[in-house]
T-cell receptor, first 116, second 116 residues
Framework: DSGVTQTPKHLITATGQRVTLRCSPRSGDLSVYWYQQSLDQGLQFLIQYYNGEERAKGNILERFSAQQFPDLHSELNLSSLELGDSALYFC???????????????FGEGSWLTVV | AQKITQTQPGMFVQEKEAVTLDCTYDTSDPSYGLFWYKQPSSGEMIFLIYQGSYDQQNATEGRYSLNFQKARKSANLVISASQLGDSAMYFCAMRERNSGNTPLVFGKGTRLSVIA
């Protein structure tokens, strides 16, 4: 158990819909990262938050948004869903932004999203 | 430009034998961290081992060791005494420090199958 909690574990929804994925980081971790894993794109970094503020942005679509709340949990909102958004979405956390490149990033079990 | 290269899409190893999974990386940042993660069929991403660019010794964690050759920019994972439970996808990842504490960048992974 990594200590990173993601809900829901599985989600099936229709095209055009909106879903919210939730993440609780490990106790004490201030940084939260979102990754998307699909068969054709591999593991893609989406966005990073540190203590409530956006710190880095990756290949995140405009239809997607995220935020980190004062209690440090984070939500990833996916809207106007398309079939190609079907993927495994990971949340991960680490202690800091990584001033030390050794700050290990721990992953949750992921949220499987299927868009039909 | 691809920063992490894993050239072995799939590998087979006999139970109790050792296996090496290859990883090469590309960075101009003198300070970076290299990570290996294991992803079993259930989907979770499990942290295995970390190597810092300034570490003098190769990292070891139980049956896992990292063969770090800095001049060749390689960070191969060695699994000793393979077990059936080692069958999984293995990802090499890198995090740069001086370029703004970047999130992890992953390779495409190697699927390891352990044969009884």
């Amino acid at each position: 158990d990594s200590g990173v909690t993601q809900t829901p574990k599985h989600l099936i929804t229709a095209t055009g819909q909106r879903v919210t994925l939730r993440c609780s980081p490990r106790s004490g971790d201030l940084s939260v990262y979102w990754y998307q894993q699909s068969l054709d794109q591999g593991l893609q970094f989406l966005i990073q938050y540190y203590n409530g503020e956006e710190r880095a942005k990756g290949n995140i679509l405009e239809r997607f948004s995220a935020q980190q709340f004062p209690d440090l949990h984070s939500e990833l909102n996916l809207s106007s869903l398309e079939l190609g958004d079907s993927a495994l979405y990971f949340c991960a956390s680490s202690v800091s932004t990584g001033q030390s490149s050794g700050n290990t990033i721990y992953f949750g079990e992921g949220s499987w999203l299927t868009v039909v | 430009a691809q920063k992490i290269t894993q050239t072995q899409p799939g590998m087979f190893v006999q139970e109790k034998e050792a296996v090496t999974l290859d990883c090469t990386y590309d960075t101009s940042d003198p300070s970076y961290g290299l990570f290996w993660y294991k992803q079993p069929s259930s989907g979770e991403m499990i942290f295995l081992i970390y190597q810092g660019s300034y570490d003098q010794q190769n990292a070891t964690e139980g049956r896992y060791s990292l063969n770090f050759q800095k001049a060749r920019k390689s960070a191969n994972l060695v699994i000793s005494a393979s077990q059936l439970g080692d069958s999984a996808m293995y990802f090499c990842a890198m995090r740069e420090r001086n370029s703004g504490n970047t999130p992890l960048v992953f390779g495409k992974g190697t699927r390891l199958s352990v044969i009884a």
